[in-house]
T-cell receptor, first 113, second 110 residues
Framework: GEEVAQTPKHLVRGEGQKAKLYCAPIKGHSYVFWYQQVLKNEFKFLISFQNENVFDETGMPKERFSAKCLPNSPCSLEIQATKLEDSAVYFC???????????FGSGTRLTVV | AQRVTQPEKLLSVFKGAPVELKCNYSYSGSPELFWYVQYSRQRLQLLLRHISRESIKGFTADLNKGETSFHLKKPFAQEEDSAMYYCALRPGNAGNMLTFGGGTRLMVKP
């Protein structure tokens, strides 16, 4: 499809629980990106993929965050043992090639209580 | 490392007034610059990219490498332009991450 689809739209987890977020990029787009938006404004880059390979993971917290993009499956971002400060909107974006802007999904709002 | 600065968190103008949303960047190489817009309750959308040099919804932005700026301009603001605007930079290689500015909320009053 022509939209980046993110599920779920909202996710509530108790501290210490696991959270898993999904992203289906636009068909034909080779690059997938995850961003975290805290405090409504600041976007923090987490990780990017080129097809199923990690391209850049410099923004990923090493301990509790992991992500995958497997063939024929939505990409996923998983947070083990969530903390209050993980509460944010997580955006996924995809891109076909150089020179194009990314297409963003509508985001998943994660609330850790 | 690259950095994008949007000095104004909020810009409030009256309908029909000119608008300029400022964006300054720092990057040692040749960047690609973008403007994204987020209307209320909607997803982030690409508004402009500097390489295409186009005008979308009356907005234009010119990359000034001397001043390292990419300000977004519109001669006559409309109420429907009210939104969050983000300036973003990508190093000149495919697949690299976007670095966003902190965003500017534009409010256009009737």
């Amino acid at each position: 499809g022509e939209e980046v689809a993110q599920t779920p739209k909202h996710l509530v987890r108790g501290e210490g629980q696991k959270a898993k977020l999904y992203c289906a990029p636009i068909k034909g787009h080779s690059y997938v990106f995850w961003y975290q938006q805290v405090l409504k404004n600041e976007f923090k880059f987490l990780i990017s993929f080129q097809n199923e390979n990690v391209f850049d993971e410099t923004g990923m917290p090493k301990e509790r965050f992991s992500a995958k993009c497997l063939p024929n499956s939505p990409c996923s971002l998983e947070i083990q043992a969530t903390k209050l400060e993980d509460s944010a909107v997580y955006f996924c974006a995809s891109s076909q090639s150089r020179g194009e802007g990314y297409t963003f999904g509508s985001g998943t709002r994660l609330t850790v209580v | 490392a690259q950095r994008v600065t949007q000095p104004e968190k909020l810009l409030s103008v009256f309908k029909g007034a000119p608008v300029e949303l400022k964006c300054n960047y720092s990057y040692s190489g040749s960047p690609e610059l973008f403007w994204y817009v987020q209307y209320s309750r909607q997803r982030l959308q690409l508004l402009l990219r500097h390489i295409s040099r186009e005008s979308i919804k009356g907005f234009t932005a010119d990359l000034n490498k001397g001043e390292t700026s990419f300000h977004l301009k519109k001669p006559f603001a409309q109420e429907e332009d009210s939104a969050m605007y983000y300036c973003a930079l990508r190093p000149g290689n495919a697949g690299n991450m976007l670095t966003f500015g902190g965003g500017t909320r534009l409010m256009v009053k009737p």
